[in-house]
């Protein structure tokens, strides 16, 4: 079983107005990028809070002229493309929307995928997490299972049946 070490987004600082609530999306692609890439650092806060400064002060407005570039997949994609290139990891972050259980399974033989939801584990409205492996998952909230009593989502075990009724089809995944 592939794993991966956890950031929840809860411990992250504010960045441009930018509040932890609204960081999963970031969050969960920098554990995946810590995957390819050893020179990222899952786990460690700090490189997190610096990878956060970069997406929303740095890096992300270059790529889009919004308020919060880290709340969009393509920009998102562009960012990761950017980081990991920039660590000489070649190969490009991919953007699909539609995509199937089957699709999404198809695509963890390969590696790791974030994923984006909806009204996952009773919250509002969208929030992303991270498919680590088949039915494994690092959701930066915690514990969807328990409606996020549980702070601690690291190597949850979420059924494609728990899934699937709140999975957008919208996904990110490297390829090389």
Known sequence: MR???????RN??????????????????????????????????????????????VIGPQIEHVPHPSLYFDVEAAMVTKTLNLMMIPGKDIFESGVSMDRLHKLLIDGPVTIGTNK???LPGGHIILAVDQDVYNDPFGNGKTNYQDQN???????????????TGN??????
């Open 3 to 9: 794993q991966i070490k956890y950031n929840s987004q």
């Open 12 to 57: 992250n600082t504010t960045v441009n107005k930018l509040g932890p609530y609204s960081q999963c999306f970031s969050t969960s692609n920098f554990m995946r990028m810590s995957y390819y890439c050893d020179g990222i650092k899952a786990g460690d806060d700090v490189a997190l809070a610096e990878y956060l400064k970069q997406m929303e002060t």
């Open 120 to 122: 996952f584990g009773g």
């Open 153 to 167: 989502g690291e190597a949850v075990m979420y059924t494609p049946e728990f899934i699937a009724p709140h999975f």
């Open 171 to 176: 996904v990110l995944y490297w390829r090389p």
